[in-house]
């Protein structure tokens, strides 16, 4: 399974892939908005990652609030993302 096809289980969209033929640069976002007024991020870009978590505010606009937790399955999609990005074995 990859990771798209993990995160996709979990409930999250892919919703930005590119440069992925470069060391450079590279970005892949992956996206789960629960219940219309939260949303987890999964970041991807260069060699590093980063979860952020965002409350709608006012019904109109998604808000940063800090970082999110992470479940054991998503850790996993997150392992094998880096996998497949060749950052880990």
Do not use: P
Request: net charge negative; aromatic share 14%.
């Amino acid at each position: 399974m990859t990771a798209q096809e993990m995160f996709e289980e979990l409930g999250f969209k892919q919703i930005i892939c590119i440069n992925m033929n470069s060391k450079k640069h590279r970005r892949i976002v992956y996206e789960n908005i629960i219940e219309d007024y939260i949303k987890i991020t999964i970041n991807f870009f260069d060699d590093s990652f980063y979860a952020q978590l965002y409350y709608k505010e006012d019904d109109v606009v998604f808000k940063n609030v800090g970082g999110c937790a992470i479940y054991k399955e998503l850790l996993d999609a997150i392992n094998k993302q880096c996998q497949e990005l060749g950052w880990i074995e």
